[in-house]
């Protein structure tokens, strides 16, 4: 499994707070079993926190939820546990530690979408539209309609792909690189395909009179 680049080891020049976590870490016996119990507490509640910041739109479930943020802490820990010898201490050791368990978190709740492939959409998922498709009309019936128009376009207008890929990052806030690894494939090609779902539903919205026809070729 990939993870995060880290660098070379040093130790000189590091704050207190990080030194004791880098000693406790590369102690035996009950000191280092309670240092990992303690950093692993630690990224468990980081873990739970971006769960409820970004997985809100992918309904999970409390059980569920607490399951990821689990998987996501103990995955952390290991990856920790392999990397520690390359902390030099270019930022806090509880800094840099953060990272692994985002990480794993990203790439937890890209494998949760991919599995599930939610398609439908909610009004709430309207408040999650990109600024070049939110062409958001002032009267509350109008914006309805452009609703519909929109939703009828994701459904007919979209490839299958370019409608998981819309779908994922565009409303669910997936993060691109972690959803890529879930379709094997990279970066680039996923943006090219969201900018290509993004092109294909201005150009609806516009035929349809909600999008001016100028912005139908505008950079996404």
């Known amino acids: 499994m990939a993870h995060p680049p880290t660098s070379s080891d040093s130790t000189a020049g590091l704050d207190a707070v990080s030194l004791s976590w880098l000693q406790g870490l590369r102690a035996t016996g009950s000191e280092h079993d309670a240092c990992i119990a303690r950093l692993h507490e630690l990224l468990l509640r ?53 990272r692994f368990v985002i990480f794993e978190v990203s790439t937890k709740l890209a494998r949760h979408f991919w599995r599930r492939r939610p398609v439908a959409l909610d009004h709430d998922a309207w408040r999650r539209l990109p600024d070049p498709l939110a062409v958001v009309p002032d009267e509350r019936l109008e914006q309805r309609e452009l609703f519909r128009a929109l939703r009828r376009a994701i459904d007919e207008d979209l490839t299958e792909l370019q409608r998981r890929v819309f779908v994922a990052i565009a409303l669910h806030e997936v993060p691109m690189d972690a959803f890529a690894r879930e379709l094997g494939s990279n970066r680039n090609a996923v943006y090219k395909t969201l900018f290509d779902a993004r092109r294909k539903l201005r150009a609806s919205l516009a035929a349809a009179g909600y999008a001016r026809p100028a912005a139908v070729g505008e950079q996404a």
Do not use: C, N, P
């Open 46 to 98: 980081v873990a739970h926190h971006e769960l409820l910041r970004r997985a809100g739109s992918l309904q999970l479930g409390d059980a569920e939820r607490d399951d990821v943020a689990h998987q996501a802490s103990d995955d952390a820990l290991m990856a920790i546990k392999a990397k520690i010898s390359t902390f030099r201490g270019e930022s806090r050791f509880t800094t840099w530690a953060y």
